[in-house]
């Protein structure tokens, strides 16, 4: 079945740069919602997606931005990065309207800022 | 603040059943308890979730005790490659995941 998928996989950059990840939810899921997950850290949520409108906001740093798309899939926008920002990031992808909806996660992103 | 409890590590012998606890005393009643797991830096891979019964699937059994304020995943017959941190997440549905320590298990041979 098709999973999640997430570009680029790895990704480098130097501090004050810009990055963007990009993230393709699973066919038919209208749902995304991106995770940060710092070194030896526990996921924590940033910011979901439904239908193009954002639904949920958590953690995310005023410098970064996500849109979602009229395809669905969506991407995150970074700006000014900072060393802290090297983490892995996470999309998962839901389907909305069922009173059961489960996050299918994507194999991540590995932004390194220097 | 994640609203579970879970031991912060298990060792299981492989081919045994891997049986993780999780305490989720304050969950509300229309709240699910999800059970995900990540191997090393992957993303988190789903298991299985449950509302009020007992569930069952190719990957593993969900126990929720009957005041639903705890729950046990069991994996019947572990192997090395369940070895991975093991998270126990309470939430409503289509709302963010709030992730707690998880529980690291080693199924050693």
């Known amino acids: 079945a098709a999973g999640v998928i997430q570009s680029p996989r790895h990704l480098i950059k130097e501090k004050r740069e810009t990055a963007t990840l990009k993230c393709y939810p699973i066919?038919?899921?209208?749902?995304v919602y991106w995770y940060q997950q710092g070194p030896g850290q526990d996921p924590q949520f940033l910011i979901s997606?439904?239908?193009?409108?954002?639904?949920d906001k958590g953690s995310i740093p005023d410098r970064f931005s996500a849109q979602q798309f009229s395809d669905y899939h969506s991407e995150l926008n970074m700006s000014s990065l900072e060393l802290g920002d090297s983490a892995l990031y996470f999309c998962?992808?839901?389907?909305?309207?069922?009173?059961?909806?489960?996050?299918?996660f994507g194999p991540g992103t590995r932004l390194l800022v220097l | 603040d994640a609203k579970t409890t879970q031991p912060p590590s298990m060792d299981c012998a492989e081919g045994r059943a891997a049986n993780l606890p999780c305490n989720h005393s304050?969950?509300?009643?229309?709240?699910?308890v999800y059970w995900y797991r990540q191997i090393h830096s992957q993303g988190p891979q789903y298991i299985i979730h449950?509302?009020?019964?007992?569930e069952t699937n190719e990957m593993a059994s969900l126990i929720i005790t009957e005041d639903r304020k705890s729950s046990t995943l069991i994996l019947p017959h572990a192997t090395l490659r369940d070895t991975a941190v093991y998270y126990c997440?309470?939430?409503?549905?289509?709302?963010?995941?709030?992730w707690g320590a998880g529980t690291k298990l080693i199924i050693k041979p």
């Open positions: 998962a992808s839901s389907l909305y309207g069922r009173n059961q909806e489960t996050q299918y």
């Open positions: 304050t969950i509300s009643g229309n709240e699910y």
């Open positions: 997440i309470v939430t409503y549905s289509n709302y963010q995941l709030i």
């Open positions: 449950g509302l009020k019964n007992n």
């Open positions: 066919p038919r899921h209208d749902t």
């Open positions: 997606f439904y239908e193009k409108m954002q639904s």
